[in-house]
Structures are given as C-alpha cells and as structure tokens.
Antibody
Framework: QVQLQESGPGLVKPSQTLSLTCTVS??????????WSWIRQPAGKGLEWIGR???????NYNPSLKSRVTISVDTSKNQFSLKLSSVTAADTAVYYC????????????WGQGTLVTVSS | EIVLTQSPGTLSLSPGERATLSCRAS???????LAWYQQKPGQAPRLLIY???SRATGIPDRFSGSGSGTDFTLTISRLEPEDFAVYYC?????????FGQGTKVEIK
C-alpha cells in the first residue's frame, strides 16, 4: 500500500522560505508511471495545485507561484521536496503531497496534509 | 489556464436522495483528464472518478461521472450518510492542473 507523508516546520515567518518534504513508502518514486505533486488548501477554501516533479527531475509549476517555487526529488531517499520563498500570510494552508498516476491520469494517493502557518 | 466552475456551491439533500453536481470548464477539456474527488473535514481528498466516468478502486457504484468537452457531471444515485462531504472536479492540460472551487453536499 502506497503511503505519502509530509514533514516540515508548521510555522514560518513572513518573508522566509517554507520547506516541506514528502516521503513515499510502499512504492518507488523512481517509477516512470507517476508524477509527484504538491497541492495546498487554505482553511475553508479549495485546492490549489502548486507544482509537480517527475523522477527525471523535470518540473512544472503553477504560473501564479512559479517565481517562488522549487520542487526537487531525492530518489535515494524516496522523497520529494517543496520550497516556497518569500512567504506571506496568504501562504498559510494545509499542504498536501500527492501522486499523479499517468495511467489513470488522476491524483490517486495523497498524504494526510500538514498545516503551515506563516506568522511572526 | 483552464478554469473549472462547480455548481451549485452547496447542495442540501436528505439521505436516499439523488445528488447531481456540475463542473463547467472555461475551455474544452479532454475527458481523459477530468477527475472528481471527495473530501471530508480534516481529511485529504479521495479520488472517486477518473477519465470523467471511471470509478476508482473501491468506490461504490452509486457514484457515477459523465460529460465531455466543457460540461461534466458527478451523480450520486442515493445518498448515504457517509457521502455528505465536499466534492471537487479537477482537470489536467498543458502541463498544468486546476481544481474547481468545490460543491458541498450537506444534510437537509
């Protein structure tokens, strides 16, 4: 059974960089059958796709966040990571990592989510 | 960027009733890339439907999806108590993913 688990600081100061890691278990992040994404959800609001990475390291980002986002992969640890720079209170949200299956063309596995609050 | 608009925002129904949720795209979406998710409070979204009409593993057959082009529908034939939740549609196109704003199905 595939599992994804987010980890990282729950509190980040304004203007600093938010850093999160997603650890994948029960499957290999090196599989060519999947993309690995970050998605966020402010309290009481909808879902916003942040970006994705492929095992090769190729990335795509949400245009609205592209200038501040970096997603990387560490295949040796079966992890991928998110960095979001110059954060403001508007970046406060639950952050999810999720697996996009190229076969079904959907997010079939999600982490439980981690709340990141931006506050001084 | 393709914008997905879901309606209604909230659907108030009783258990046993039929729920019909709409998802309209600002431009044509390939049916292969249209999915629906269910989210309950404090939980991650769960995949219900992919490819506009295929049920994900373990999803009851009371859930069905249909549509093409710019208009897609999620139907729950008879609402069970556990179906009261928020539902999101999602599309992929041009190396970008977008979600609708969600429809909340609440108990009447």
């Amino acid at each position: 059974q595939v599992q994804l688990q987010e980890s990282g600081p729950g509190l980040v100061k304004p203007s600093q960089t938010l850093s999160l890691t997603c650890t994948v278990s029960g499957g290999s992040i090196s599989s060519g059958s999947y993309y690995w994404s970050w998605i966020r959800q402010p309290a009481g609001k909808g879902l916003e796709w942040i970006g994705r990475i492929y095992t090769s390291g190729s990335t795509n980002y949400n245009p609205s966040l592209k200038s501040r986002v970096t997603i990387s992969v560490d295949t040796s640890k079966n992890q991928f990571s998110l960095k979001l720079s110059s954060v403001t209170a508007a970046d406060t949200a639950v952050y999810y990592c999720a697996r996009w299956a190229r076969g079904s063309k959907a997010f079939d596995y999600w982490g439980q989510g981690t709340l990141v609050t931006v506050s001084s | 960027e393709i914008v997905l608009t879901q309606s209604p925002g909230t659907l108030s129904l009783s258990p046993g009733e039929r729920a019909t949720l709409s998802c309209r795209a600002s431009q044509s979406v390939s049916s292969s890339y249209l999915a629906w998710y269910q989210q309950k409070p404090g939980q991650a979204p769960r995949l219900l439907i992919y490819g506009a009409s295929s049920r994900a593993t373990g999803i009851p057959d009371r859930f069905s999806g249909s549509g093409s082009g710019t208009d897609f529908t999620l139907t729950i034939s008879r609402l069970e108590p556990e179906d009261f939740a928020v539902y999101y549609c999602q599309q992929y196109g041009s190396s970008s993913w977008t979600f609708g704003q969600g429809t909340k199905v609440e108990i009447k």
